[in-house]
T-cell receptor, first 111, second 116 residues
């Protein structure tokens, strides 16, 4: 069974701090990896894809470790607007393959 | 910026009734998906659709569910005889087929289905 595991949190972090999330996935055939964010009762919104070489988008850095089957997300200089649930998502990479979601990590940025 | 749209935003129905949830994917996208999220739980894949047929479906997507692309823009999810446990948020998503390296899916705002 394909599973994605995440620490549910909540992570309570002061504004301006750096916060890191990890997740692990069970399906070694997974080919595509993503971080989505989800605000309360809203749709998942794509934050970034995660590439084998690691990638950065502004304050966000994602890393992938295929050998250990884990994915990480680092948020630097956190802002109040970063408060959300962060979803770790994987796919086998086939064109029509459905995404497998983790339950998400809840982040609360405190002023 | 193009986006996926869904109607209605909230649907209340009685157990045993049929419901149709509607989605308009992003116009140049070719892969379409339905997901559901029961309150407090994770997002779960239901079905994917490409080239006018189902490509993949999960164990959740049983005979009570069906999907259709009735015209060039709409993508629908039908639940034939709703159960209480069908109450959830239903998200439609779509993906472009341009380039095999991109598997990013974009989600609509969802339809909240409440079965009473």
């Amino acid at each position: 069974r394909k599973e994605v595991e995440q620490d549910p949190g909540p992570f309570n972090v002061p504004e301006g701090a750096t916060v890191a999330f990890n997740c692990t996935y069970s399906n070694s055939a997974s080919q595509s990896f993503f971080w989505y964010r989800q605000d309360c009762r809203k749709e998942p919104k794509l934050l970034m894809s995660v590439y084998s070489s690691g990638n950065e988008d502004g304050r966000f850095t994602a890393q992938l470790n295929r050998a250990s089957q884990y994915i990480s997300l680092l948020i630097r200089d956190s802002k109040l607007s970063d408060s959300a649930t962060y979803l770790c998502v994987v796919s086998s990479g086939g064109g029509a393959d459905g995404l497998t979601f983790g339950k998400g990590t809840h982040l609360i940025i405190q002023p | 910026e193009p986006e996926v749209t869904q109607t209605p935003s909230h649907q209340v129905t009685q157990m045993g009734q049929e419901v149709i949830l509607r989605c308009v994917p992003i116009s140049n996208h070719l892969y379409f998906y339905w997901y559901r999220q029961i309150l407090g739980q994770k997002v779960e894949f239901l079905v994917s659709f490409y080239n006018n047929e189902i490509s993949e479906k999960s164990e959740i997507f049983d005979d009570q569910f069906s999907v259709e692309r009735p015209d060039g823009s709409n993508f629908t999810l039908k639940i034939r005889s709703t159960k209480l446990e069908d109450s959830a948020m239903y998200f439609c998503a779509s993906r472009t087929a341009l380039g095999q390296e991109t598997y990013e899916q974009y989600f609509g705002p969802g339809t909240r289905l409440t079965v009473t």
